[in-house]
């Protein structure tokens, strides 16, 4: 059974004593996150915050099995945040968009989400409207049929092991309806910098 097959999906609880001293432990460790970040000159934070973005660009698409060149990314990420560098090269059309729809999911997080603005990513990643010199529908859900259902996937072709299967594309349209609802009802977006600011501390 996948998670989103489960009874209680999507609603699931947890059990706030238990967790609260992590929580505590965590809030303790940000606040000397967030004293280590004031404390360093702002030429340093500017050159950690670059790293830190580019390294995300790559790493998230090394995950869809992309290798992105470094040099590109760090040079898009600089020119669309304004950064004065040294070494800037060009960079191509899908770098650009990859970069783009980065830094509009982790800067503008507080913004409301649409399903125009994932539409948006979508087809900021997909610039030509191909993944993998195949032509797919960018800027809408997917629409595959029940047969060929959306899978993770590992393993030598005939040896196939199924890691996650997606919810059915018919049932997308409520799905990420109710996630939308939520994730624009969800104020405390605390977590999110705390991970920010653990990024930039690993990194310096």
């Known amino acids: 059974m996948y998670i989103h097959q489960s009874p209680s999906w999507p609603n699931f609880t947890w059990d706030e004593k238990s967790l609260s001293n992590i929580l505590g432990n ?3 460790k940000q606040g000397k996150l967030l004293g280590l970040m004031e404390s360093v000159g702002f030429d340093l934070r500017e050159a950690t915050t670059l790293e830190n973005l580019t390294e995300d660009v790559l790493k998230s698409s090394e995950i869809e099995g992309e290798i992105l060149d470094h040099d590109q990314v760090r040079s898009s990420i600089a020119r669309k945040l304004g950064l004065e560098i040294s070494g800037l090269v060009a960079s191509d059309r899908h770098v650009d968009g990859v970069v783009e729809m980065m830094l509009n999911a982790t800067q503008d997080y507080t913004k409301p989400l649409s399903s125009e603005r994932l ?6 990643l997909f610039p030509t409207g191909r993944s993998g010199g195949f032509k797919i529908e960018v800027g809408n859900w997917r629409k595959n049929a029940k047969d060929d259902p959306m899978q993770v996937i590992s393993g ?5 092991k199924v890691h996650f299967q997606a919810p059915d594309s018919e049932l997308l349209d409520h799905e990420m309806s109710q996630f939308i609802k939520w994730f624009n009802n969800f104020k405390d977006f605390s977590y999110i910098f705390l991970f920010r600011n653990i990024n930039f501390a690993t990194t310096f």
């Open 156 to 160: 030598a072709m005939g040896r196939e």
């Open 119 to 124: 539409f948006g990513w979508h087809a900021s």
């Open 26 to 28: 965590v809030r303790y």
